[in-house]
């Protein structure tokens, strides 16, 4: 019998909600490895949690901000932690973003 690989294991990640403000609010799609995940809710008080299904190992993630052209991606490592804080961060002068999925 082959041994299981754990990195093939179906595992629940979290995006946690946050306290700090999100200006101005919105909903930030979510896709990992080029598959859409599902979305969260931000605004002034601050964004909502969300659960998607994931493996071990080094990945792509991509937020998208609804109803606009502001994205950004980045690389996401899942390891031991399973839980991450979004961020990110859009250049009011020329649309540039910058976004992370910290582990906690």
């Not at 101005?24 to 995940?37: C, F, H, K, Y």
């Not at 901000?65 to 994205?71: K, L, P, Q, Y």
Request: glycine share 12%; hydrophobic share 30%; proline share 8%.
């Amino acid at each position: 019998m082959a041994p299981i690989d754990d990195d093939d294991k179906q595992l629940k990640c979290r995006i946690l909600g946050t306290s700090f403000p999100w200006n101005p609010p919105g909903t930030m799609n979510v896709s990992i490895d080029g598959e859409d995940v599902g979305s969260f809710d931000y605004g002034a008080d601050g964004s909502e949690p969300m659960n998607f299904s994931c493996t071990r190992g080094n990945h792509t993630f991509r937020f998208s901000v609804d109803g606009t052209r502001i994205s950004c991606s980045g690389a996401l490592r899942i390891g031991k932690q399973l839980r991450f804080i979004p961020g990110m961060r859009v250049n009011p002068y020329n649309g540039a973003a910058v976004c992370s999925l910290t582990p906690q």
